[in-house]
């Protein structure tokens, strides 16, 4: 305001255009400087490790106008920490391994087999209790359990999930039952589902077997596992983006499947059904069982988000 005999007047507009100017070249520069300061940069050395820091200065001279050097995402207030800026935090904000080809187990695991019939069998523990003479199918995607190991589990059948299951012999519907730890000779998978059946004793499928680098060393007679390998490429929780989009695709594909399935039944008014194992189930546990793969579709979108794998590894 200007004051003119004793009274106030409105300013010119040119003085206050010039002072909107004023104001708003301060907010760029604040806003800037806040962008700089929160940025993360990587680059690798001449040994090819990565390197990360949110403090510019600390960029070795040689580095900073190479390729190699990445900028990352801004922080959230949240995740801004001191200029020294400890590497395990960045990891984890920035979703990139501190060294692409590190193996999150390097341990190889050799698991006594035993031969039957031209087929081979191993113990396999599941939820911590032992099976043994489990036959190895590679041929199979899912693994299945004999429905008396699923009652010394402790595990009831009332409201138990089921889904289709394809065999030789056409569709059938199955009961699931989701184990949290499947161990073998010290490997260990988590949350596996599992079919349930009153014709196999227990049946280890590729669902199991691919979440390691497997083979046969048939004159020992051993399982071998050993840690999957992605040399030179970007890991997220050890795994790559191939990975990734495999186990989302899976899960994506099977609840497609088993939602047109679960229709079908219900346009046909089909209600109770004489399921695989006898018992007679309801559609309600056909809606249970794909509960259950959305569930697990969740969980992995979940970790995907923890460990910031990119979008386009990830599918619904």
């Not at 040994?47 to 600390?58: L, V, Y």
């Not at 800026?85 to 341990?107: H, M, N, R, T, Y």
């Not at 219900?266 to 209600?271: A, D, G, N, Q, T």
């Amino acid at each position: 305001m200007f004051s003119c005999f004793g009274k106030d007047l409105p300013a010119p507009r040119y003085v206050i255009l010039k002072r909107f100017r004023f104001l708003c070249l301060i907010l760029i520069l604040m806003v800037g400087a806040t962008s700089v300061q929160a940025a993360i940069y990587s680059w690798k050395d001449e040994n090819g490790k990565t390197h990360f820091t949110d403090n510019p200065s600390k960029i070795p001279h040689k580095y900073r106008k190479k390729k190699g050097l990445k900028r990352h995402r801004e922080l959230s207030p949240s995740q801004r920490v001191t200029p020294d800026i400890e590497e395990k935090k960045l990891e984890e904000i920035s979703g990139e391994s501190v060294d692409p080809d590190k193996k999150a187990d390097s341990k190889k695991y050799e698991i006594p087999m035993k031969e039957e019939n031209g087929q081979y069998r191993i113990d396999v523990r599941f939820n911590g209790m032992l099976l043994e003479d489990m036959m190895v199918d590679t041929g199979a995607n899912m693994t299945v359990l004999h429905i008396s190991f699923f009652k010394q589990l402790g595990l009831q059948f009332k409201n138990t999930p089921f889904v289709p299951m394809g065999t030789a012999g056409g569709t059938v519907l199955t009961p699931i039952s989701l184990m949290k730890k499947v161990e073998i000779g010290g490997a260990e998978v988590k949350n596996i589902p599992v079919f349930l059946s009153v014709n196999v004793k227990g049946l280890l499928g590729t669902d199991v077997l691919n979440e390691f680098k497997w083979s046969f060393d048939r004159e020992n007679k051993l399982l071998i596992l050993e840690p999957l390998e992605f040399p030179g490429e970007p890991l997220w929780d050890g795994k790559n983006g191939k990975w990734w989009r495999k186990k989302f695709d899976g899960y994506a594909e099977a609840i497609k499947y088993y939602e047109a399935y679960y229709k079908k039944l219900e346009k046909e008014e089909k209600y109770a059904f004489q399921e695989s194992t006898g018992r007679t189930f309801h559609l309600e546990n056909f809606r249970r069982g794909i509960n259950l793969f959305r569930k697990l579709q969740q969980n992995l979108d979940r970790r995907a988000r923890q460990f910031r794998v990119p979008m386009k590894y990830r599918s619904f």
